[in-house]
């Protein structure tokens, strides 16, 4: 299958972002390269762009896509690896970094990638293709972590019954596919939450969280780009669940929070100023054109920051 991947709220990143014709950007999350393309269409001569993704498949497809472009520069790494990219390329800071999470439309309909409760397929979903894989979760992790897991990560009321259910299964045969996954996911639910939505969704989205360590990663990226900015260099995240946003939001809060002193000092001792200022206080959603064309855009938000003119410790 080509790697198909259609870029959500495209025109909004791109205007957050706010390129300069000279700048030095980076997409860390290449995907099919529709941002990527789209940033190095903006770049003259002088600009450029360095993309990043963690799936071969990925790379493979933003390279074909980015090669009219001579200011682009694919990399298989992982956007927590930014600081050391920056470093091999002789970047000290660039004007403006992109991350748009979660996962991509061809990871996910691409059966032999395991992603999907839609399909039967090896139960897989590592984006990278490589290390611990979600059949190794399910077959080997107990049931109290697995519990905290779909929990944790699914935000499911119902993981401590999925959790029960999914070792008792094993017990009888190994759980290898993802329908059969699916199977036990539905079978652990009352029939009334069966109805009202597919109760796969947030199992399957845990188990692709925790297979993809996507949290660390997360947290460990946000700061590393952030640290990267140039002074009025922008930052904008493209966040597709409830976790992943709130994690970007109290990031971006702590870095935009100014005095840090006790309530009740009479003033300021500790000096510090923000270090970023918000773009938008609420997030970029699609509107009705792009859901219409796009359903997968439905749940994504945008967020961007500018890092401080001046900055500071």
């Not at 050391?84 to 979660?102: H, R, S, T």
């Not at 539905?186 to 989205?205: I, M």
Request: hydrophobic content about 35%.
């Amino acid at each position: 299958m080509e790697f198909r991947h259609i870029p959500v709220l495209l025109e909004a990143t791109i205007d957050g972002l706010n390129i300069r014709p000279d700048g030095v950007y980076v997409d860390c999350t290449a995907g099919g390269g529709g941002h990527s393309s789209a940033i190095a269409a903006r770049l003259n001569e002088k600009g450029r762009l360095i993309s990043l993704d963690r799936d071969p498949d990925a790379v493979k497809a933003a390279g074909e896509r980015l090669a009219e472009f001579k200011n682009a520069t694919v990399i298989h790494r992982n956007y927590s690896e930014l600081d050391k990219v920056l470093e091999e390329l002789g970047i000290e800071a660039v004007d403006g970094i992109l991350m748009d999470l979660g996962v991509s439309s061809y990871q996910l309909d691409e059966e032999s990638r395991g992603f999907s409760y839609h399909s039967d397929a090896p139960l897989d979903m590592r984006m990278s293709q490589s290390g611990i894989s979600a059949a190794d979760i399910v077959n080997t992790f107990d049931e109290q972590q697995l519990a905290k897991i779909i929990f944790e990560y699914g935000e499911e009321k119902f993981s401590r019954r999925i959790a029960s259910n999914i070792v008792r299964a094993r017990e009888i045969a190994p759980i290898e596919t993802t329908l059969q996954l699916a199977d036990i996911v539905r079978e652990s639910v009352p029939q009334k939450a069966r109805r009202e939505k597919n109760p796969c969704k947030k199992t399957f989205q845990a188990i692709r969280i925790a297979v993809n360590c996507e949290f660390d990663h997360l947290s460990e990226g946000l700061d590393k780009a952030f640290a990267s900015l140039k002074p009025s260099g922008r930052l904008a995240v493209i966040t597709f669940h409830s976790l992943e946003d709130r994690l970007v939001k109290q990031r971006y809060a702590g870095w935009c929070k100014g005095c840090i002193c006790p309530p009740d000092f009479p003033q300021c001792v500790c000096g510090r100023k923000p270090q970023g200022i918000l773009v938008n206080r609420k997030p970029i959603e699609a509107d009705e054109s792009e859901l219409s064309s796009n359903n997968r855009s439905r749940s994504a938000k945008l967020r961007i920051i500018e890092r401080s003119a001046e900055l500071n410790g």
